[in-house]
């Protein structure tokens, strides 16, 4: 159920409190200089009648009365405003720089704000996805998570460099003007109260009620379209290859006509605030020109004030109106924020362990495990062990659960029954780092970063020397092929690897579980885009390795498993994947014959 947006707005407000005297200096300069701004108007209309008079006490004890603070021009008229028109002048020109001193002083701040907590944002999401990695991401739209932390990210600067501190502003600088007119007379402060209400909250939050649904629709849309694209770019040759260029342009069109149609429908809400607001500031500021003409007639105020009053009341409106501009943005601001904070409270399916005593390999069994994805059954009652330095291999049809096991052993998943321990340590009660530490995991595919192929194989080993890194790409069997390359490890493997074939891509992964040099070694048919020639050399070097770490090797090839110590024959019955002592009996007397 999605959430109003007072709530987005108050858990969004709540990341502000490491910055709250920043928002404050922005906050009081912004304050000041809407009142600069308006007291420019003020002044002015003061400086024409000053002129008018001929220079005469009424620029002093004449809008010393319209203020209601008396008449000698000695009481309060030298703080607040100049006598004569060069005062009046020099007034104009100090308060003329100061608005724009202190206009870029609160841009200033909101904006480091802004910036500031985008970054913290940023660093939170990608937390936030690493915790939820990667249970709860199988099968998300990719696209829609792109754009989550790239566009939707980057209009939460709206918010926060242009909506918090106006909306402060906007309050203290309409109270101040309300006590203004109240010293004027009271009706004039009803009137621009009401005035105050009506642009700065009522329109904004009618506006707001009939966008919601249209802000968050075109920003899940907008998120739909970036998948598409992805997908379109990454699936280029085969649109070539197939001739299927019409239907997926034809596909494209159509997904833009629909954003277009979303994107008019905000544009159109834009356009009705914009209209409703000029309308009612233009009403409200007429209304205040005949009520102050009015009480001038029954001698309630005198010219001055109905003079000064209407012109205060029109250059007051900048703050709310500020106010009521947001409510256009403010809708996908809003949807925008929803999203990331969505992202931000989803509790992962499997929470990371701290605090628990260390732990080092000695050894891994699955005691009575069973495991579903939702209603599908997977495993069922697994009951083996895993002793140290020995392979073992894990055979059967696809489907049956092989790479979901591997999954369990790594707790990317936690097991619906039974446990998975190591060490003879329930997993669930070890430390997410000492696993990770202990255990190695290549799956069926590998993923590259844009970047040399050095740097993608010492992702097993953060710091690692380029001789390590050599010496895990010579046990990968890729070695030789990355000496044949013009720029040798410091080739560029290009986006998602594309430059590398899959065999390459898998062997570069192969070589990161290597360097990795843990203990317990998962491999999820690691030689399976190999030729049986590199599957030779790999095979070996594992075979070498068993001396100094545990293999689980899993491979839908029974001639792969042959250097395995025992065997374990998944097969699905009916679903539900079941242990079968007689294979694994066979498989280690076959191993010991070769």
């Known amino acids: 159920m999605r959430r109003s947006g007072i709530v987005i707005m108050g858990r969004l407000i709540g990341l502000i409190r490491p910055l709250m005297l920043t928002m404050l200096c922005a906050i009081l300069s912004g304050v000041a200089g809407y009142l600069c ?13 000053t002129a008018f008079s001929g220079g005469a006490p009424v620029s002093a004890a004449g809008l010393l009365a319209a203020a209601g603070v008396g008449t000698s021009p000695a009481s309060v008229w030298p703080v607040f405003l100049p006598r004569t028109l060069g005062g009046i002048f020099a007034a104009l020109c100090v308060m003329a720089v100061l608005r724009g001193i202190l206009h870029y002083l609160e841009q200033e701040c909101n904006h480091y704000i802004a910036f500031k907590l985008l970054a913290i944002i940023r660093h939170k999401v990608f937390a936030a996805l690493r915790g939820l990695c990667p249970a709860k991401l199988e099968g998300r739209d990719r696209g829609n998570l792109i754009s989550m932390i790239t566009s939707d990210i980057e209009l939460l600067e709206v918010f926060y460099a242009h909506t918090i501190s106006p909306i402060a502003i906007a309050v203290i600088v309409s109270l101040l003007m309300l006590v203004f007119f109240a010293g004027i007379h009271p009706l004039c402060a009803v009137l621009a109260l009401c005035a105050y209400l009506c642009v700065g909250a009522v329109l ?25 694209i992805l997908d379109s770019l990454r699936g280029l040759r085969e649109t070539v290859q197939y001739g299927a260029e019409t239907a997926r342009e034809h596909a494209l069109s159509e997904g833009s006509e629909r954003l277009l149609k979303k994107q008019e429908r905000l544009s159109g809400l834009e356009g009705d605030q914009r209209a409703v607001t000029g309308l009612c500031i233009t009403l409200f500021s007429f209304g205040m020109l005949f009520l102050c003409l009015h009480l001038y007639a029954a001698g309630a105020v005198p010219f001055t004030g109905a003079v000064l009053v209407p012109v205060a009341m029109m250059g007051s409106f900048g703050p709310v109106t500020a106010l009521s501009s947001l409510s256009n943005n403010l809708n996908q601001t809003l949807a925008c924020g929803e999203r990331v904070l969505s992202l931000l409270e989803e509790t992962p ?19 009575h495990v069973d495991f579903a994805y939702g209603k599908e059954q997977i495993l069922s009652d697994m009951d083996f062990v895993i002793p140290t330095d020995r392979i073992l291999g894990i055979h059967g049809r696809s489907g049956c659960g092989k790479s979901t096991l591997l999954r369990l052993l790594m707790r990317f998943w936690d097991v619906s029954g039974g446990k998975v321990t190591v060490s003879g340590r329930d997993i669930r009660g070890i430390n997410t780092t000492d696993l990770r530490r202990m255990e190695g995991f290549v799956t069926q595919e590998t993923v590259l970063f844009h970047d040399s192929i050095a740097n993608n194989i010492a992702i097993g080993k953060p710091g690692a020397s380029r001789e390590e890194i050599m010496e895990a790409a010579k046990k990968a069997s890729i070695h030789e092929f990355i000496m044949t390359l013009p720029d040798g490890y410091d080739t560029a493997v290009g986006e998602l690897g594309g430059s590398l074939s899959g065999g390459e891509r898998q062997r570069i992964g192969i070589a990161r579980a290597f360097l990795h040099d843990a203990p317990f070694l998962l491999l999820d048919e690691p030689t399976s885009n190999l030729d049986s020639l590199n599957e030779g050399i790999i095979l070996k070097s594992l075979h070498e390795e068993k001396t100094s770490r545990t293999v689980v090797l899993v491979s839908h090839r029974r001639s792969t498993l042959n250097i395995a110590d025992e065997i374990l024959e998944m097969e699905a019955v009916k679903g539900v994947p079941v242990y079968d002592e007689k294979p694994i009996q066979e498989a280690e007397e076959g191993g010991r014959s070769a």
């Open 349 to 367: 399916q499997v929470e990371e362990l701290s605090g628990q005593p260390s732990v080092t390999f000695a050894g891994a069994a699955c005691e």
């Open 37 to 49: 701004a308006i007291f420019l108007t003020v002044m002015a209309a003061a400086g024409i009648l």
């Open 204 to 228: 904004p939050l009618w506006n707001a009620g009939r966008g919601a649904a249209a802000g968050m629709a075109y920003r899940e849309a907008f998120g739909a379209m970036n998948s598409f």
